[in-house]
């Protein structure tokens, strides 16, 4: 089951956007959730994750305090709000879900990664 990703777009520098993520089966409401992006050139990173109760976070040094993760499992989402981007935080983003909370930064550990959504911040 792949999971998708949407809400991408262009915006400014300092603009906000709000990502989701979903799937038509349960799977989200099962496994901690994360994001991850890759910017034009760089492998992919970590940005945030959440557990699957929504009670625990975990954001990269990079985007805490502008990005909340937050999740909805009565509607199977999981959401992504960025706020103040930054040109830096150019990249297509991608949610996927993970095993084990112990693994939440270890992409290669993630399943059911969908095609994306490419968020582009001008500056």
């Known amino acids: 089951v792949q999971l998708q990703a949407s809400g991408g777009g262009l915006v400014q520098a300092g603009d906000s956007l709000r990502l989701s993520c979903a799937t038509s089966?349960?799977?989200?409401?099962?496994?901690?959730t994360g994001w991850f992006r890759r910017a034009p050139g760089k492998e992919r990173r970590f940005v945030a994750a959440i557990d699957e109760n929504g009670e625990l976070t975990i954001y990269a040094d990079s985007v805490w305090g502008r990005f909340t993760i937050s999740r909805d499992n009565g509607k199977n989402m999981v959401y992504l709000q960025m706020n103040s981007l930054k040109p830096e935080d150019t990249a297509i983003y991608y949610c996927g879900t993970v095993p084990q909370w112990r693994l939440v930064k270890v992409s290669s550990k993630y399943t059911n990664w969908g095609q994306g959504t490419l968020v582009t911040v001008s500056s």
């Open positions: 089966e349960r799977t989200l409401t099962n496994w901690p």
